[in-house]
């Protein structure tokens, strides 16, 4: 059963109905306000008993228990809307897998973690927590890694929207089921809302044709409707190439911060080769070579190399009948396979980008 609003009358009839069942007299304006929220109860008691119930009865008992009712309404949906868009819960083990020294990790707990969870705080210096951020870097570099290490850390579900859910109905549907998205999304609470390859979905007006442009400016159309809802959600977009973002997005008032996720110096490697490590059957490793022969490698990359290795120790020790440990020679073996993705040419790039775009 869905809600029907085309049912909701002239605000003088509404104001007159509401006064017939209940007895209680609101204004034309308040009565038609109030008889969205009636059926709104009436929608979802009748959810709950598997039969439609009336508009009287929804109405008396949403006005004994208008609180209640409410919330109950709130509670039903965000859960239903979890379901739906796929929420899961990311461990914290993802946010400390990422080294202290890699910059967005500093900046992005500073302007963003510290600001939701201190609210108290926030609220008496004046500080607006974020509601929407957009991380922006060569592909591979830890832009999702980096969102879900976010909700990870503050215990809010992660909900992933991936461009080709909005194409279920065709590209001439896109951008309705970009708004139909987004107020599922405007529902929710505590989560974190993650879009990826955003400059498919934002790509700049000049350049596009008419469905993109439309796709476009119903996005610049959702983000302020976003920032209206008294509710915590974050809204984080990731995109590989911020040059074709419509210059509108990048604009303040839409993203609270736009963050470059760039290389990772040598803490920040060793960091995620210690992670990886530890899940492998390993014997004689020298670290600090491991760290000086990833140079250029992103995390993406380092994951990649990770699974060779595995993949080639499980395959010796299958062929030998013997335990295989890994072993710096291992890595030696193997790294001449992977081509780390920051070349001179990228880094260049990026850091061009970086003195254009951020915004931190």
């Not at 009748?46 to 009712?69: H, M, P, Q, Y």
């Not at 998205?181 to 498919?200: N, S, T, Y």
Request: charged fraction near 25%; proline fraction near 5%.
């Amino acid at each position: 059963m869905e809600i029907n609003f085309t049912e909701i009358p002239a605000p003088e009839y509404c104001a007159s109905k509401i006064f017939e069942i209940s007895g209680a007299r609101f204004d034309p304006e308040a009565a038609a306000a109030l008889w969205e929220e009636i059926l709104r109860h009436k929608w979802l008691i009748s959810e709950k008993l598997g039969r439609d119930v009336g508009f009287r009865t929804a109405c008396i008992d949403f006005l004994e228990n208008t609180e209640e009712a409410h919330q109950e309404y709130l509670s039903y949906v965000n859960r239903n809307a979890l379901s739906e868009m796929g929420a899961r819960r990311i461990s914290r083990e993802i946010w400390d897998s990422i080294s202290d020294t890699q910059p967005p990790k500093q900046l992005v707990n500073r302007r963003i973690i510290l600001p939701l969870t201190e609210d108290s705080l926030s609220a008496k210096h004046g500080i607006i927590p974020p509601k929407a951020i957009m991380f922006f870097g060569p592909p591979g570099t830890g832009k999702t890694h980096f969102a879900k290490a976010i909700a990870g850390v503050l215990s809010w579900w992660y909900v992933e929207i991936v461009p080709s859910m909005l194409m279920t109905e065709g590209v001439e549907k896109i951008g309705a089921n970009l708004r139909r998205i987004m107020e599922k999304v405007r529902g929710l609470d505590e989560a974190v809302v993650f879009i990826d390859e955003f400059e498919e979905i934002a790509s700049s007006r000049d350049m596009g044709d008419r469905i993109d442009k439309s796709i476009t400016n119903e996005f610049l159309k959702q983000i302020p409707m976003l920032r209206n809802y008294n509710n915590k959600i974050l809204l984080v977009c990731a995109t590989n190439y911020i040059r074709q973002l419509d210059a509108a997005i990048l604009r303040p008032g839409r993203f609270d911060c736009i963050i470059p996720v760039g290389g990772l110096d040598e803490e920040g490697r060793q960091t995620i080769l210690l992670h990886f490590l530890s899940r492998l059957n390993v014997g004689q490793v020298e670290l600090e070579r491991l760290v000086e022969m990833t140079s250029g490698f992103t995390p993406a990359d380092l994951e990649y190399l990770f699974q060779q290795v595995a993949q080639f120790a499980f395959e010796q020790e299958l062929a030998r009948k013997e335990d295989y440990q890994v072993t710096t020679e291992t890595f030696q073996h193997i790294m001449p396979k992977i081509r780390p993705s920051l070349t001179e040419e990228v880094v260049d790039e990026f850091e061009k980008d970086c003195s254009i775009y951020s915004r931190i």
